[in-house]
């Protein structure tokens, strides 16, 4: 009779589990059901609020490179056509009033400080934080000497020269043109703007 009694105990838990585990699953499909046929809505972006993400990419690209960058290389880091670029570059100038400039230079634009105030940012960067030292002595030589060959700098100034000169060349602060085995190197119109001095007429 006991063991009767304990089989109907097992039997009853046992059903009672194949209930629960039912239950379960009918609970999870009506869920799995309910979730397929659940839209996700996403608020709308507004024209303005997409406009205002294009002016920030352009502003972030202009800002780091602290060079005059082309219509070309703006598109080419924005993937914004050409038309639509111009228009939320002029916006962007509208923007800048006080002592920051969006400036145009040959088709060109930059993001720089007012020429009034570029003495601050010498005066806070030293001279010229981008540049080592070694780098601006090479750099005043060819300023203080220009048109000078390479050969030379590199006689005044060693082998380092060729790696100043190079750097030169890459940001745009000095040109050079082919000189029988060497190059022959002056000031750019950049070297200019990025010290904010005045070129001198000849």
Do not use: C
């Amino acid at each position: 009779m006991l063991e009767q009694e304990k089989k109907g105990e097992v039997r009853e838990r046992e059903e009672s589990k194949e209930e629960i585990k039912e239950i379960k699953e009918a609970e999870k499909e009506k869920w799995e059901k309910k979730e397929e046929g659940k839209e996700i809505k996403e608020e709308p972006i507004t024209e303005e609020a997409k406009e205002e993400k294009l002016l920030e990419k352009i502003e972030a690209i202009l800002f780091i490179a602290g060079r005059f960058l082309s219509i070309e290389e703006l598109v080419m880091y924005t993937n914004i056509n050409p038309l639509t670029l111009k228009e939320l570059i002029e916006k962007l100038k509208e923007r800048y009033m006080k002592g920051v400039v969006i400036t145009e230079k040959n088709g060109k634009y930059k993001m720089d400080v007012k020429k009034q105030h570029a003495y601050l940012t010498h005066k806070l960067a030293g001279g010229s934080a981008e540049f080592t030292k070694a780098e601006q002595e090479t750099l005043a030589i060819i300023a203080y000497k220009q048109p000078i060959t390479q050969a030379l700098v590199v006689k005044i100034r060693g082998n380092k020269a060729y790696e100043h000169v190079k750097h030169f060349l890459q940001t745009g602060l000095i040109k050079a043109k082919k000189q029988g085995h060497t190059l022959l190197l002056q000031l750019s119109e950049q070297f200019y703007d990025y010290f904010g001095l005045k070129q001198e007429k000849k």
